[in-house]
């Protein structure tokens, strides 16, 4: 089995639901695919070590990821290091460029950490997913949103199936 994290930050729901979608995402692409979740309050550390890619998700604030995502990225040991990582992100408003902020921080972070960042970008059908998932409020109120989260999780296991097999 293909160990696969997503670490989360929510504070309404709209975050873990996206969180949910692409575990899904994850599964339909292989049977050896295993996936958790959790929060980045009870982070499960031996399960991130064995994991061969981490998607993290959060909600935008002030036109970036929140800054308890911030703060997992920032006190976070050596496990995520060398890991695929991949994003998602909610946001309260369609508009703006909050949501490419946010993932360009959590991005960096990863990058400092030494994972390995990828998305598909609009190399893998659509919808493209630019730097990775976005949802506006809950994902399951429009199918493009709800498609970004699947589809994330898709990519993600694919490009870790190909890169570490299982």
Not at 5 to 24: C, F, K, P, Q
Not at 32 to 44: K, Q
Not at 62 to 70: D, I, N
Not at 94 to 121: F, K, Q
Request: overall charge neutral.
């Amino acid at each position: 089995m293909l160990p696969i994290a997503i670490v989360y930050h929510s504070e309404t729901g709209n975050t873990a639901r996206m969180a949910e979608l692409v575990a899904e995402g994850c599964r339909s692409v292989d049977g050896r695919i295993e996936v958790r979740l959790m929060t980045i309050f009870e982070p499960d550390v031996d399960y991130l070590r064995r994991a061969k890619a981490i998607i993290f998700g959060c909600p935008t604030y002030e036109a970036s990821c929140s800054w308890q995502m911030k703060r997992y990225f920032d006190t976070a040991g050596p496990e995520l290091e060398g890991k695929l990582a991949g994003f998602f992100v909610s946001q309260n408003w369609p508009g703006g460029g909050g949501a490419s902020v946010a993932e360009l921080t959590m991005i960096a972070a990863a990058l400092v950490r030494g994972m390995l960042v990828y998305s598909g970008g609009i190399t893998q059908g659509q919808p493209y997913l630019h730097l990775g998932a976005v949802s506006t409020r809950n994902p399951d109120a429009d199918p493009l949103y709800r498609e970004r989260c699947l589809h994330l999780g898709a990519v993600i296991a694919r490009k870790a199936l190909e890169l570490f097999g299982a």
